[in-house]
T-cell receptor
Framework: AQSVTQLGSHVSVSEGALVLLRCNYS??????LFWYVQYPNQGLQLLLK??????LVKGINGFEAEFKKSETSFHLTKPSAHMSDAAEYFC?????????????FGAGTRLAVHP | GAGVSQSPRYKVAKRGQDVALRCDPI?????LFWYQQALGQGPEFLTY????????KSGLPSDRFFAERPEGSVSTLKIQRTQQEDSAVYLC???????????????FGDGTRLSIL
């Protein structure tokens, strides 16, 4: 079975600093990987997805993630944090069979951005 | 915009009561998923529909949980004889069908926060 591990349940950065949120996956087949963001009392919004077309994936709001097969990692980065980036971030791997894919989520990382 | 709509947003029920949670997916999305998100955790898969067919219910925690999508559009998640451990946010997501060499992203609703007293 596939799984996702997010290192660090809480990350705190200063406004303007680099954001790095870690995600490692376990999969026996080439994975589909996703990053979602969740703001308080809202659903999940897709930030970006990896589908094997390119190892460096650019998403919305200035975020990007790099797929590294050798490290089984898919870390999320943003060069300069903004106050509005404060939210919960979830990494997910898609587990598929029978023509559909269900998402397996990590436990999440709460990002705090301080002035 | 016509996103995934869930109702009610908040539901409080007494232990032992039955509850029904509604999901209205994006028009044209044949795939519909339900997830359960406990406090401080990531969402966990409950069940999947392709049109009106429930193809996977492996994540439903007990036979008290029941989901349906009779006309292939709106879906209802029903929990019978609720217990305190059912307290969670229930998220619905919809997507286009999976493609051979790609993966359609799932679009999530804002969820229903269920509190069992």
């Amino acid at each position: 079975a596939q799984s996702v591990t997010q290192l660090g349940s809480h990350v705190s950065v200063s406004e303007g600093a680099l954001v790095l949120l870690r995600c490692n996956y376990s999969s026996s087949v080439p994975p589909y990987l996703f990053w979602y963001v969740q703001y308080p009392n809202q659903g999940l919004q897709l930030l970006l997805k990896y589908t094997s077309a390119a190892t460096l994936v650019k998403g919305i709001n200035g975020f990007e993630a790099e797929f590294k097969k050798s490290e089984t990692s898919f870390h999320l980065t943003k060069p300069s944090a903004h106050m509005s980036d404060a939210a919960e971030y979830f990494c997910a791997v898609s587990e598929g069979s029978g023509g559909y894919n269900k998402l397996i989520f990590g436990a999440g990382t709460r990002l705090a951005v301080h002035p | 915009g016509a996103g995934v709509s869930q109702s009610p947003r908040y539901k409080v029920a007494k232990r032992g009561q039955d509850v029904a949670l509604r999901c209205d997916p994006i028009s044209g999305h044949v795939s519909l998923f339900w997830y359960q998100q406990a406090l401080g955790q990531g969402p966990e898969f409950l069940t999947y529909f392709q049109n009106e067919a429930q193809l996977d219910k492996s994540g439903l925690p007990s036979d008290r949980f029941f989901a349906e999508r009779p006309e292939g559009s709106v879906s209802t998640l029903k929990i019978q004889r609720t217990q305190q451990e059912d307290s969670a946010v229930y998220l619905c997501a919809s997507s286009l069908p999976r493609q051979e060499d790609s993966n359609q992203p799932q679009h999530f609703g804002d969820g229903t926060r269920l509190s069992i007293l």
